[in-house]
Structures are given as structure tokens and as C-alpha cells.
């Protein structure tokens, strides 16, 4: 099955923040996105081409960098209470180890965590919570996908080991928003390219930290 923005935007979350944001669909797939597509050119070709695990783990660790800082963010806005706060401490402190886990891995291979801005999703709960669905169904979908094209057992392994916890992530957020946890038997992996469209139509990867000043806290990751 291809995986579209709608198929992996639950209730439309990430559509909604680059909406939000100024950004249409048609402008985003129109190539307006360079940071984003920078941000994620996550290994030269030829190393690339001598390891392809080294660009399946760092291609993993911009999607854990992004979660990570989601949460982390949703944690200092204080926006969110209850439930939902709780869900953000917890969350964002496994990203943080998992991001720790890759750059141990990849040592100095690792690629520099890029600069996000997530325009305000983190500043109340409802749009926390659709965003916070919607990045690990697309997590684990991700993972899913880069999974076969890791060639040393290892790191399959430690791959595999994310991942299983990336989908408890994923059943959390969705019970917390009310959406059914598992709908489907069986759940299809997503490319690589769909991946990078879908993440870069949010607009939460930027080429530096900006705050706003029209609501606070407007924090950048």
C-alpha cells in the first residue's frame, strides 16, 4: 500500500500545523521545503554506500531527535496537564535515551540535531495530543520500513527493540486522544521519500530556532 500525508496524518495533525503555518499541500510538494530536505540528507552517497546502516541509523535519529524535542517542549510550555503532561515527561524521556542510543552507535557519524520549530502544537493539549499520535504512528511505520535494509544483526536488534516501544508510544497517544489503538491485523511500513514529504509538510524542521512573540511560551526544539 503507498502511504499518503492522509493516511498517516491521524485527524489531521500534521496537516493542520502546516496549514497553520502558512504552508499548503501543493506548495509543499511543489519543493519549497529545503531545510527540511537538508535536514534529512543524512549521509554523504558514497558512505552511504559502503555502510547503508549507517544511513538507515541516522535517518532513525532525526526522527528521534524530533520526537524528542516535541516532547520535551510540550514538557517546559507547561500547557499540558493531567494525563497528557504525564505522558509528555514520560515519552520525552525515552526519545532522549533513544537518541542517545543511536549517537552511541554511530559515534561520530551521527548527524547534528537539526533545529525544529512545532508552532504551538505544544501549547495545548488537543493539538499536542493529535501531533503526538500522528509522529509515532508515522515512527513506527518509519522503522517498519528501514528495518530490512540493516544488514548487521546488532544493530537490527537494538532497531527492533526501538521499535516494539515506539508502538506502545503509539497506543498510548491514541488511547489518550480517543482514537483505537489497533484498528488493522497487519500494518504496512512507509518509505524513506514518504517519510521526509511527510515530515517536511509540517514545517517543524527549520534552519534555526525562532521564537514568537504573539503567544507565549512559542518555543523552538
Do not use: C
Not at 486522544?177 to 517536511?200: H, I, L, T
Amino acid at each position: 500500500m503507498d502511504f499518503l500525508l492522509d493516511d498517516l496524518d491521524i485527524d489531521g495533525a500534521l496537516r493542520e500545523a502546516g496549514e497553520h503555518a502558512g504552508i499548503s499541500r501543493a506548495t509543499f510538494l511543489g519543493g519549497t521545503v529545503a531545510g527540511a530536505v537538508a535536514a534529512f540528507a543524512i549521509a554523504p552517497p558514497a558512505e552511504a554506500a559502503r555502510n547503508p546502516d549507517i544511513a538507515v541509523l541516522n535517518f532513525a535519529l532525526v526522527l528521534e531527535y524530533l520526537q524528542s524535542s516535541f516532547y520535551t517542549e510540550a514538557e517546559r510550555s507547561k500547557a499540558v496537564r493531567g494525563k497528557a503532561e504525564d505522558a509528555a515527561k514520560r515519552l520525552g524521556s525515552v526519545e532522549r535515551a533513544h537518541v542517545t542510543a543511536f549517537k552511541d552507535l554511530l559515534g561520530k557519524k551521527a548527524i547534528k540535531r537539526p533545529a525544529f520549530n512545532f508552532r504551538g502544537t505544544t501549547e495545548a493539549e488537543r493539538p499536542f495530543l493529535k501531533t503526538a499520535v500522528a509522529l509515532e504512528d508515522l515512527a513506527v511505520a518509519a522503522y517498519k520500513g528501514q528495518a530490512p535494509r540493516l544488514r548487521d544483526k546488532t544493530v537490527l536488534a537494538a532497531a527492533v527493540a526501538i521499535h516494539s516501544v515506539e508502538a506502545r508510544h503509539a497506543a498510548w497517544m491514541r488511547f489518550l486522544f480517543g482514537v483505537q489503538p489497533a484498528v488493522n491485523a497487519f500494518d504496512d511500513a512507509v518509505s524513506k521519500p514518504e517519510v521526509r514529504r511527510v515530515v517536511g509538510a509540517t514545517r517543524f524542521v527549520v534552519a534555526r530556532p525562532r521564537t514568537s512573540s504573539r503567544r507565549r511560551p512559542r518555543f523552538t526544539g
